[in-house]
């Protein structure tokens, strides 16, 4: 059986996706996925052995410019790839409008989330098959239970993203190492840097190296000054997903906020503590069998703002972070690590 997925993004979503395919994979042994995903996540994909084809979609960047020839010319190549074959299902993961179109556009039987389960109603106009799938759930469950309805079987028990850890060689590094994923997109999703450089340190006072991943020049100077002066801690270079996968599949562990990278660690079964103070975790957050998700239990949390919404006292900022300090992390994570 060949199926069509459509899941483009974002990175956390993807992901999320991850779970539903491997159980398909165990439920189903003649089946393979293509999948249809933004250029910038290409990769993924490819972790999962089921995946035998990906089909990579640049609306981020075509949508920027329509007009150009370059931009239309991959635009018709990619209708023609994704037209080149005829599936047995055509699958839209995403239940958006920008998904539907690419669905609308595939040889096969449309399944998709009807217009009472999609994020955006309009979308399920694409899909001769709309499926029910109830809100108010976690998004990968309710992806697993999108697959399970449309392929005919029961959602097996337990979450495994079947992301094989080996594939990705060890760092050229000594000893054991906690990685620390730092950056995100809003200053509310921001552990608090006297947070980090409290924790690089006594995690390099135990014996272990501290590795500070950064994705642009903001997040770069942020793991500086976390850095700076800490022996045994140390800045990576800017590097691709792949090569920062090398990383976090052989860490010790894996201290994160709410960011797309964070799901990553979750796919790997690496010890992790993904941060939660001024957004949700209830139906998009981390999950996996080794992250634990830590929330803030301040009564302005979570707020779901991206400035803070309460006043500067001086104290640590932004203050639902207070309950969430380095000494809870380390008591989470160090009994999990047999070295420490």
Known sequence: MKVLLIKTSSLGDVFHTLPAVQDAFQQCPDIEFHWVVEEGFRDIPTWHPAVTKVIPVAWRRWRKSLTKKDTRAEMKAFYQTLRAEEYDIVLDAQGLLKSAVITRM???????????????????KAYQFPQSIAKGTHAIERV???????????VPEGQNYGVDRSRW?????????WVFLHGTTWDTKLWPEAYWRELAEKVTAQGSSVVLAWGNDEEKARAGRIADGIAGAIVLPKMGLNALNAWLAHSSAVVGVDTGLSHVVASLSVPAVAIYGATDATLTGVSGPQVEVMRSQRACAPCLSKQCLQPDDGEIQPP?????????????LIPLLGHL
């Open 169 to 177: 060689n060890r760092p050229d590094i000594e000893g054991n190492y």
């Open 106 to 124: 595939a040889k096969g039987p449309r399944f998709g989330l009807d217009s009472h389960s999609a994020r955006e109603s309009l979308a399920a």
């Open 320 to 332: 639902c972070y207070r309950d969430i300090p380095p000494q809870r992390v380390l008591d989470h």
């Open 144 to 154: 697993r239970h999108l697959f399970a309805q449309v392929l005919n079987y029961s």
